[in-house]
């Protein structure tokens, strides 16, 4: 099942070119909250799971290309990110992967991108104005946590998935000759982290670690690599962050980037596809920035 947001903070289900508009079927208490619906949803699935399934009688059809898709869950507590989840990405990061010994998402653990970057299929990806720096563009699979997760087994650890999505994990590059910046901060611009164009649930995916990853910039293929190249899979990535923390409902685990890592300017087109997930193009413009600035 694809299981989106779209408009003001609404869910449904999409089937085709058609959305299901299923929100009548949750709580009437979120329509006060309604960015939560999709964390709401997720920690209560086993419950919806059946209305959901009736979508196409319960719920109101209106065509996919009359809504604004927004990310794929627009307020998730936390997202996590894998760095050098891939062998020939480690290889092109070239001397600061030296620097950092080669290491991969095994030994450098994991990182946090701030929820407030997302954005949906429906939106821009927006580079800070006036910048001379490089941004870059990150192709990567998205992994929903489904229930609540502390100090999972590796071997448990699919159990708690409740669904996939794609991932663009827009960067600041470092500049060389300076000081390493934070990572968390060059990769938490607002709409720097791309989510969408839904959620596909766990059910639909039969084998998430044998998928295609490809990103696209005006049409031509950047990143085109299989989610069996990870270093670090889905199963060792929930068991390591739930040994830090407690996973929720909604929250985000970005997988890790290929290899094919390039720049994005203002006025190119991306596009990601992540086979039996979706895919979504996403124009590049650039916001307004009226402070000073280290970037």
Request: aromatic share 6%; glycine share 10%; proline share 6%.
């Amino acid at each position: 099942m694809k299981i989106a947001s779209f408009n003001d903070h609404r869910i449904g289900v999409v089937d085709g070119n058609t959305v299901y508009d299923m929100t009548s079927a949750l709580p009437e208490f979120l329509s006060q909250l309604p960015r939560q619906r999709v964390n709401w949803l997720v920690g209560h699935w086993e419950e919806l799971r059946s209305k959901f399934a009736d979508y196409r009688s319960a719920g109101q059809a209106l065509p996919l290309a009359s809504v604004k898709l927004l990310p794929a869950n627009p307020a998730p507590q936390h997202v996590f990110a894998a760095p050098a989840n891939y062998q020939k990405h480690i290889g092109e990061l070239g001397d600061r992967a030296v620097t950092k010994g080669g290491r991969s998402a095994r030994e450098q653990g994991f990182f946090l991108k701030a929820p407030g970057s997302l954005v949906g299929a429906g939106g821009a990806l927006l580079l800070p104005k006036g910048s001379e720096r490089r941004f870059d563009h990150e192709s990567e699979l998205a992994v929903i946590i489904g229930k609540r997760a502390r100090n999972v087994p590796r071997a448990q650890a699919m159990e708690y998935v409740f669904g996939y999505s794609c991932l663009i994990d827009a960067t600041l590059r470092i500049e060389k000759g300076v000081a390493e910046e934070e990572r968390s901060m060059r990769k938490s611009f607002e709409t720097f982290t791309p989510l969408g164009p839904w959620i596909v649930t766990a059910d639909a995916v039969a084998a998430p670690s044998s998928l295609k990853n490809r990103l696209w910039v005006n049409g031509e293929l950047k990143q085109d690599a299989n989610t069996s190249e990870m270093i670090v899979g889905i199963a060792e990535l929930i068991e390591l962050v739930s040994s830090v923390l407690t996973l929720e409902p909604g929250d985000v685990i970005a997988t890790g980037t290929p290899e094919g890592v390039g720049p994005l300017a203002v006025g190119d087109k991306v596009r990601i596809e992540i086979e039996a997930v979706g895919s979504m193009a996403l124009a590049v413009g650039e916001c307004e920035q009226r402070a000073p600035r280290p970037y």
